[in-house]
Nanobody
Framework: QVQLVESGGGLVQPGGSLNLSCAASGSIFSINAMGWYRRAPGKQRELVATISSGGRTNYADSVKGRFTISRDNAKNTVYLQMNSLKSEDTAVYYC???????????????WGQGTQVTVSS
């Protein structure tokens, strides 16, 4: 079994910054892509950013230039640095990881429990 635990959410004023972390633990042989998604009130979950095991990144247009995704492979942790936050960034943020638990096992995707980010004055 694999667990993803997010941290770093909270309340911040418009223009402020937050740094989210997500640590994976459990039965892990290797982790492929990791990513952040969000679900705003009344909306479907959407992709925010992803990062491959080699460090290649992909961002939603709405966060390009403001958010930065990174990872520490030694710690099985992915980060999301969020700057210049806007009210429309308010959402529950979820991390996601593609994990292989054995050398020949299939890759399975796991989700964290989510962390609330609220941008408001």
């Amino acid at each position: 079994q694999v667990q993803l635990v997010e941290s770093g959410g909270g309340l911040v004023q418009p223009g402020g910054s937050l740094n989210l972390s997500c640590a994976a633990s459990g039965s892990i042989f290797s982790i492929n892509a990791m990513g952040w998604y969000r679900r705003a009130p009344g909306k479907q979950r959407e992709l925010v950013a992803t990062i491959s095991s080699g460090g290649r990144t992909n961002y939603a247009d709405s966060v390009k230039g403001r958010f930065t995704i990174s990872r520490d492979n030694a710690k099985n942790t992915v980060y999301l640095q969020m700057n210049s936050l806007k009210s429309e960034d308010t959402a529950v943020y979820y991390c996601n990881a593609g994990v292989r638990s054995t050398p020949r096992g299939v890759e399975r995707y796991y989700w964290g429990q989510g962390t609330q980010v609220t941008v408001s004055s």
